[in-house]
């Protein structure tokens, strides 16, 4: 997945701090060059000129060079913790979806049947005053059921409840595809039920991690006092539900670990389930869930479905009641009362670095979308995404899939039996652009009258559809984002790329920019980018039908190896913020992307520029290149200030390394990127030692 940042219209995890946007968030435009005419005509090409620094040498530093203006004079707004291309644009999308909402909340959207739902739930988040008379009170018969635990089955069935309304104590259930039967729904059941962001935030003693465990602990405290316990109470009850936590955080698979598909497909089945966790009542637990009849099961390890039916039955009564309620209470807080969400964000600030909460309006924009998404996307698609924008993403699809076809051609690596297999996945690869062909329905009803139920009625509703996919065929058309989006996704087990319409937006790509500008951005570091993603250290495991299956050869498999390891040892190297460095590992897959996908559009873009009639492609504008053009469009699209909080817990978590990585990392293994900017030998971003793996 490219992840650009989070969904643009979804909220973080623990405290609903938003990834990008925002009106308060600003760069200044300072000219980098005194030459005005030359400014203008990058600009109209699809560069930021004024982001970049010419001060500093393309060969020295790249990132420094394309994005040192957007760094020296971007603010980071108080309630964000980043800045960036990505957040200007997702922006744009954030305030389109407001003024809908806004209007359709005053009855002020014509010809719009979707206009009522869409305002009314709107209307419910913005009622504050409504949401502050109720306190906690919607929680109340959550609080109930737990207050009824007294032992293991007693527990057993609260778990089940909670479930039903979409917690996860313990662990998780979804639909999702066989990874041995591409062709069959499955019920996947994984890890779940810890609130730090990883498990290693349990047990690491480096960094800030020291700090934010104590952090969290004391904000548990204060989350059970605000619901109405006393300080010794939260303290105890608090001390519980950490030390259940902890436990579940020590059976739980690492981030590195949960990479490897084959370490998280264990398709025991039914009968398996029952037998490898028997202590919990799985009959029922199906059954109230809805899908009473499933026998084909998944779960992540087989080691942790037994591990927490064990703590289950082992656990006082009064520790799992502490386990249970923070769960509700902490995945609830944000549709609370203010002195809850605060609480919340206190604690998310931690992580981020993000000084303020959002404003309610963003928040509930971000909701909205995340309930009802593709009802809100469709006046945004009316008004933002063009037929021509969509034409022109599936030409320059073609374009950088015929580089990859002639890339595995000639690939060394890769033998005769294997590249037929490649080619193969590459001809089946689907592409979906913009937005479905058909609209996802949302049959709940909404009401101005409670917040809290209508995020309940989503969230059954969300509940009811997925897990009714088990058992029935395959839909490839299901998109996992919504369209305004600035994001884009490859999904193995389907085999297809999906380019949300917020990607395909100005200043990422648009239908009057230089063509290098759209090859180096949306072609490289998008398109070829989820293009690899079906060949990396995941993808290569899945073949072009969507199956886990291990068709390359041993020989071809072990030479991949050997240039995944030199990708791996490259951004080990590198540094998020001082004394913590990048996890090579864990980033490997969305690396291997970054660079072929620049790669192999540059070769793309060569290819269909010599196509093209004489005198039709520019070969200089504003002084630049159209060779030089297209590595700046590239690394403008990362042009990003984020806070050390938010750059520690990325390189801690996240499978993407931070963006200014994402752009020299990337540079320094472009075989072309010398030549075009006339580099010595040597130079920086020209080493002579470097990766290639496409």
Known sequence: MKMRALSILSVASMAGVLGCGGKHGSTKSTPATSDPAADKALSSAGVMPEWIDRSVAPCDDFAAYACGGFIKTAVIPPDRSSWSAIAIVSQRAEQFLHDYLENAAAGKVANDPNAQKLGDYYAACMDEGA?????????????????????AQTAAAAVIALHRDGFSPFFGIGAGQDFADATRVIANLDQAGIGLPDRDYYFGTDGSVPATRTAYQQHMVRMFVLAGMSEAEAKTAGADAFAIETALAKLQQDQVTRRDPSAVYNKIDRKGLEKNASGFPWAKYLSELGIPSVTDISVNSTEYFTGWVKLLASEKPAALQAYLWWNVLSDSANILAKPFVEENFAMAKLLSGAKELPPRWRRCVHRVDGDLGELLAQPWVAANFSPASKAAA???????????????????????????????????????????????????????????????????????????????????????????????????????????????????????????????????????????????????????????????????????????????????????????????KLTAGENIADIGGVKLAYEAYTAWRAAQPAGTVARTVGGMTDDQLYYLGYAQSWCSKETAAQLENQARTNPHSPAKWRINGVIVNQPGFAAAFKCAPKAAMTPDKTCAVW
Request: charged letters at 20%; one cysteine or more; hydrophobic letters at 40%.
């Open 394 to 584: 599936l030409d320059l699809s073609k374009s950088v899939m015929s580089a990859m076809d002639a890339r595995l051609t000639t690939l060394e690596w890769m033998d005769d039996a294997t590249r037929v297999a490649a080619k193969e996945k590459l001809a089946g690869m689907a592409l979906l652009v913009g937005y479905p062909d058909t609209w996802r329905a949302y049959d709940f009803a909404v009401s101005r009258a409670s917040y809290a139920e209508n995020v309940k009625a989503a969230t059954r509703h969300d509940i009811r559809r997925n897990l009714g996919k088990i058992g029935k065929p395959v839909d490839r058309f299901d998109w996992q984002m919504t369209p305004p989006t600035v994001n884009a996704y490859y999904d193995p087990t389907l085999n297809e790329i999906a380019l949300p319409g917020g990607q395909l937006q100005p200043p990422f790509f648009g239908a009057t920019f230089h063509p290098a500008i759209n090859f180096g951005d949306t072609g490289g570091g998008t398109i070829g980018h989820e293009m690899t993603h079906g060949f990396d250290d995941e993808g290569s495991q899945f073949d072009a039908k969507g199956n886990l299956r291990d068709w390359w050869s041993a020989a071809t498999k072990a030479k991949f190896a050997t240039a995944t390891t030199c990708v791996e040892n490259q951004y080990s190297n590198y540094e998020a913020v001082p004394g913590v460095k990048l996890n090579g």
């Open 131 to 151: 949401i502050e008379k109720l306190g906690v009170t919607p929680l109340a018969d959550y609080r109930k059921l737990i207050s009824s635990v007294t032992n």
